[in-house]
């Protein structure tokens, strides 16, 4: 073969040279690499197979980079190509092209058609020749080429040279198209020439003949497209007809007027106790919403009618099982016949399905969306519609050959996408009979589509059904693409349903992307399955039929919504799941039912003015080390105080080596406690006051915790900043025998004062018994704060008013009285101060949990005051789930806010009023957020006390 004198370097350098080739387009010669080309000559991939192994041997050895681009994982033992393609849905080991004829002459035959049979002339120059041969953009491959004319030098050329050079050059421009065998992600929607899918022609070329839906632009033009081949099904709405055909027969139809489209009838794949309350579906239960009313039509591998979980509620079935020996196909319907209706002809215990274990698909299916299990032993509670009715269709035949099962996977059952049509046809014609048919469910398919697949077969009808009030669920499918569906999933007039678990993410097996409408439970879902028993499945499958529930269940809540609502209402409701790019909803039917339009959160309202701001983070302090706590003060303008109060509470070993500080906004450092002392360990709660005054009262103050000694170890538990009180200072002399009034005027704080409004003295008196004190609300309502007495008590100190009927903003007023003449005093200063105590310790709530939010109040005695305001700022993914209570010191529980199914997501912030008057005012107070129900979670973003 002239090896040894081939320049094969030169060769190399020169097909680098060669500008990439286009992807060769269908009807002209195909796709060189493929087993066949359109038309029907063996292309490069065939005609490898068939090649001697020296000279294959040769050809690796020099062009291993060329061979590398052929789509071929194993010649089969008849000289044939076995390309596995499981991401299009096929069986795995399925042959995807059928085994090429010929030996070396038609491997030369296949190269040398793209080198020579070009309506080119090839000049001296090897460059010249080879980039002639190549196709240039726009060139017609539909034109028949007129025969090449070869100068003479070409001639003699050794033949090698020119196989090598066409193949590196083939190679090295085909090479980005199919560089290696298609990976789980590369799209598979078949290129299409005007109405003939390309792939037929080597399909009916393997096989001989292949099975073909055919669209037509009208009815009346299906006699003539029928003439091209045999009928195997016919359907009464759709100008579509399912042939098998030869390849003369793609000829004839390609020839045929008012031929739309031809693409084979593809075969597709069968792709809750625990799921129920997780969507919601026990809520709508309870409130009565079981689907009663409606019907759901199960299109799948029929349904045990007699199953205790379904048993009385199949109330119309059909059978639509293509028989195909060109498949190895058989019916699955009880009679053995293609199609069938009536009563027990989708009953998969019944006839050639009862002894196949993948025929309890549709049981499990149709449990989900509309099982019951009242009474009934060891059954889940129900399926998502428990009083709905059922539509069995059994789509599915069986295959015996290991080309559609894969090897050792016989028998196996697929559907056609032609019965597919033909059940939703009967679909559409029982709910124009007048039964109320809600929803048809489709857990099946194949293939994967990033984009909408307008020309599938299947659109039609689901677009008329869409039409007639019938949504279309159809399951995602199992290969889980990261921007893919299969198909009829792409359909953009169906509802496509994913899988997600519950913890809301992804099912790792779940398509995904932006294709997608929903996301529902389906991993580990247990369902009706054969023999009256009960089992789990997990996929795509198991997701979709509880979309198709929910709609039941809204039909029977919103009667009179069409179903494109309802579909955007479990949108608007759902869970939103974020994956990557894509944000899509997981259902949740409860919130559905709760209301077409849920409630969105109050208007916020303004959170009170605190007089104590806490931080209840514990923190370890580390041995030795420091450890900061944050609160933050706003709507507080000026300075800080002159005496600003700290409290702290804390854990740890010794006392003597912790050091505290304050860590003022504008970063200076008040101490509150030094080293050293005689304290030893344990609990440290203890108010310190600091003067802050040169600090700015707004922003984020610090409480600092050093350990300044390594041997012990300890927590801060929570500490109170107190911020300034409504103060008035200085020295003013209580006149003998007469009166003294001291005026502070308070803003901004909205509406009425506090139950336990507290006033501090600071006054000495040399008899305090003649002292009677009074405080004079805004509105004139005085309060009595010291009456006179026989003895002679300290006068300073700390004094709790109810005054919750006088407004808090305005001139406030202390009137001291001196009653009897003989002895004087002074007052040193008073202050007000409306008790407020804020946590801003943000708490996460857990879905379908319940947490606790501590605050602690020391320093005002007695009861509580009648009504006490609560402020809540809660951030939910579902308000509704809440049950919010406040908790006194005594462990009373008072309901703020109870759960409830109309309220939607968002944030809360609102204001409850509560009678605690039977709770001590001190003590430990707790608000606590109960999330009822399992599918969203939120956080406790912090909470206000509000005496």
Request: one cysteine or more; charged letters at 15%; glycine letters at 10%.
């Given at each position: 073969?002239?090896?040894?004198?081939?320049?094969?370097?030169?060769?190399?350098?020169?097909?680098?040279?060669?500008?990439?080739?286009?992807?060769?387009?269908?009807?002209?010669?195909?796709?060189?690499?493929?087993?066949?080309?359109?038309?029907?000559?063996?292309?490069?991939?065939?005609?490898?197979?068939?090649?001697?192994?020296?000279?294959?041997?040769?050809?690796?050895?020099?062009?291993?980079?060329?061979?590398?681009?052929?789509?071929?994982?194993?010649?089969?033992?008849?000289?044939?190509?076995?390309?596995?393609?499981?991401?299009?849905?096929?069986?795995?080991?399925?042959?995807?092209?059928?085994?090429?004829?010929?030996?070396?002459?038609?491997?030369?035959?296949?190269?040398?058609?793209?080198?020579?049979?070009?309506?080119?002339?090839?000049?001296?120059?090897?460059h010249t020749a080879a980039r002639a041969a190549l196709p240039r953009p726009g060139h017609d491959f539909n034109r028949r080429a007129a025969p090449a004319h070869f100068h003479?030098?070409?001639?003699?050329?050794?033949?090698?040279?020119?196989?090598?050079?066409?193949?590196?050059?083939?190679?090295?421009?085909?090479?980005?198209?199919?560089?290696?065998?298609?990976?789980?992600?590369?799209?598979?929607?078949?290129?299409?020439?005007?109405?003939?899918?390309?792939?037929?022609?080597?399909?009916?070329?393997?096989?001989?003949?292949?099975?073909?839906?055919?669209?037509?632009?009208?009815?009346?033009?299906?006699?003539?497209?029928?003439?091209?081949?045999?009928t195997m099904q016919k359907f009464q709405k759709l100008p579509l007809v399912t042939l098998q055909v030869t390849r003369s027969g793609l000829d004839a139809l390609a020839a045929k007027p008012g031929v739309v489209s031809v693409t084979e009838d593809t075969l597709s794949e069968p792709t809750l106790d625990t799921s129920m309350p997780f969507i919601g579906g026990d809520r709508a239960i309870k409130t009565g919403k079981t689907g009663k009313g409606s019907a759901i039509a199960v299109i799948d591998t029929g349904v045990a009618t007699k199953h205790p979980f379904l048993q009385g509620r199949v109330v119309s079935e059909a059978c639509f099982s293509p028989i195909d020996p060109a498949y190895s196909a058989t019916s699955l319907c009880p009679q053995g016949t293609a199609a069938e209706e009536g009563p027990g002809t989708a009953?998969?215990?019944?006839?050639?399905?009862?002894?196949?274990?993948?025929?309890?698909?549709?049981?499990?299916?149709?449990?989900?969306?509309?099982?019951?299990?009242?009474?009934?032993?060891?059954?889940?509670?129900?399926?998502?519609?428990?009083?709905?009715?059922?539509?069995?269709?059994?789509?599915?035949?069986?295959?015996?050959?290991?080309?559609?099962?894969?090897?050792?996977?016989?028998?196996?059952?697929?559907?056609?996408?032609?019965?597919?049509?033909?059940?939703?046809?009967?679909?559409?014609?029982?709910?124009?009979?007048?039964?109320?048919?809600?929803?048809?469910?489709l857990s099946l398919g194949g293939g994967q589509y990033s984009s909408p697949c307008g020309s599938d077969v299947r659109k039609p009808m689901i677009d008329a059904l869409l039409e007639a009030g019938v949504a279309?669920?159809?399951?995602?499918?199992?290969?889980?693409?990261?921007?893919?569906?299969?198909?009829?999933?792409?359909?953009?007039?169906?509802?496509?349903?994913?899988?997600s678990g519950y913890d809301d993410t992804v099912s790792e097996f779940s398509n995904r992307g932006s294709l997608l409408d929903l996301f529902a439970p389906g991993d580990e879902i247990v369902s009706s399955v054969r023999n009256g028993a009960y089992g789990a499945k997990s996929g795509t499958s198991m997701s979709a039929p509880h979309v198709a529930g929910a709609l039941a269940v809204l039909r029977q809540t919103y009667p009179a919504k069409p179903v494109t609502e309802l579909e955007q209402l479990l949108k608007s409701t759902g869970k939103p799941i974020v994956d990557g790019s894509v944000t899509t909803p997981r259902l949740d039917i409860g919130k559905a039912v709760g209301g077409s339009e849920p409630t969105p959160p109050p208007t916020p309202e303004p959170k009170p003015l605190p007089s104590h701001i806490g931080n209840y983070t514990a923190y370890a302090i580390p041995d030795p080390g420091i450890v900061q706590s944050p609160v933050t003060v706003s709507d507080v303008a000026g300075k800080a105080s002159k005496s600003l109060q700290v409290r702290v509470n804390l854990m740890h070993d010794w006392h003597p080596e912790v050091k505290i500080d304050l860590i003022a906004p504008d970063g200076k450092?008040?101490?509150?406690?030094?080293?050293?002392?005689?304290?030893?360990?344990?609990?440290?709660?203890?108010?310190?006051?600091?003067d802050a005054s040169t600090s700015p009262a707004g922003g984020t103050w610090k409480l600092q915790v050093e350990d300044r000694s390594k041997g012990g170890v300890g927590t801060l538990k929570d500490w109170s900043l107190i911020p300034a009180s409504f103060a008035k200072k200085g020295t003013v002399a209580i006149p003998d025998a007469g009166t003294l009034d001291?005026?502070?005027?308070?803003?901004?704080?909205?509406?009425?004062?506090?139950?336990?409004?507290?006033?501090?003295?600071?006054?000495?008196?040399?008899?305090?018994?003649?002292?009677?004190?009074?405080?004079?609300?805004?509105?004139?309502?005085?309060?009595?704060?010291?009456?006179?007495?026989?003895?002679?008590?300290?006068?300073?100190?700390?004094?709790?008013?109810?005054?919750?009927?006088?407004?808090?903003?305005?001139?406030?007023?202390?009137?001291?009285?001196?009653?009897s003449a003989g002895a004087v005093g002074s007052l040193n200063g008073w202050s007000l101060t409306f008790p407020s105590y804020e946590s801003q310790t943000p708490v996460a709530l857990p879905d379908a949990?319940?947490?606790?939010?501590?605050?602690?109040v020391s320093g005002i005695t007695g009861n509580a005051p009648k009504d006490i305001k609560v402020y809540v700022d809660i951030t939910h993914g579902w308000l509704g789930d809440l049950n919010i209570n406040l908790v006194d010191p005594n462990g009373k529980l008072h309901l703020l806010k109870p759960d409830s199914t109309a309220e939607s997501g968002g944030t809360l912030q609102r204001i409850y009023t509560v009678d605690v008057g039977t709770a001590p005012a001190s003590g430990t107070w707790n608000l606590s957020v109960d999330d009822t129900s399992a599918g969203s979670t939120g956080t406790l973003n912090g909470w206000t006390l509000t005496f």
């Open positions: 073969m002239h090896s040894g004198t081939q320049n094969w370097g030169s060769i190399l350098r020169f097909a680098v040279e060669i500008p990439p080739m286009q992807f060769l387009s269908p009807g002209g010669f195909g796709n060189p690499w493929s087993t066949h080309q359109s038309d029907g000559t063996p292309g490069f991939a065939g005609a490898m197979c068939g090649i001697s192994s020296s000279v294959k041997s040769a050809l690796v050895k020099h062009l291993r980079l060329a061979l590398r681009s052929v789509p071929i994982q194993r010649c089969s033992a008849r000289g044939g190509v076995r390309h596995f393609d499981t991401a299009a849905g096929g069986a795995r080991g399925a042959p995807r092209f059928g085994h090429a004829r010929g030996k070396a002459v038609t491997f030369l035959r296949a190269v040398v058609a793209e080198l020579v049979l070009r309506p080119v002339t090839v000049r001296s120059s090897r003479e030098s070409d001639m003699n050329r050794p033949i090698w040279t020119v196989v090598a050079t066409a193949v590196m050059a083939l190679a090295m421009g085909a090479a980005p198209a199919v560089a290696e065998t298609p990976s789980p992600d590369a799209p598979s929607a078949p290129v299409t020439s005007g109405s003939i899918d390309p792939s037929l022609y080597g399909a009916a070329a393997e096989k001989g003949t292949v099975r073909v839906n055919v669209v037509t632009e009208e009815r009346s033009d299906l006699s003539g497209a029928s003439s091209a081949g045999r009953d998969s215990e019944v006839g050639p399905c009862a002894t196949i274990t993948e025929c309890e698909h549709g049981t499990h299916v149709a449990g989900i969306a509309a099982g019951d299990g009242t009474g009934i032993v060891s059954a889940p509670v129900s399926g998502v519609a428990p009083d709905a009715d059922v539509i069995a269709i059994q789509v599915f035949s069986r295959l015996d050959s290991p080309d559609y099962c894969g090897e050792g996977n016989t028998p196996c059952v697929k559907s056609f996408t032609s019965a597919q049509v033909a059940a939703l046809e009967k679909v559409l014609q029982l709910r124009q009979a007048g039964i109320p048919v809600i929803t048809a469910n279309t669920v159809v399951a995602a499918g199992n290969n889980g693409f990261s921007n893919r569906v299969n198909s009829p999933a792409c359909v953009d007039s169906a509802i496509t349903v994913g899988s450092s008040y101490p509150l406690k030094a080293t050293g002392g005689s304290q030893t360990g344990g609990a440290l709660s203890a108010t310190y006051t600091a001291s005026d502070i005027s308070v803003a901004g704080l909205p509406g009425k004062a506090s139950g336990a409004l507290q006033v501090q003295l600071d006054a000495v008196h040399e008899w305090s018994g003649d002292l009677k004190v009074d405080l004079i609300a805004p509105d004139g309502t005085p309060y009595r704060v010291k009456s006179t007495s026989a003895t002679d008590p300290p006068v300073s100190g700390t004094y709790t008013l109810d005054a919750r009927t006088s407004p808090a903003s305005g001139t406030w007023t202390l009137r001291v009285q001196d009653t949990d319940h947490v606790r939010s501590p605050i602690t």
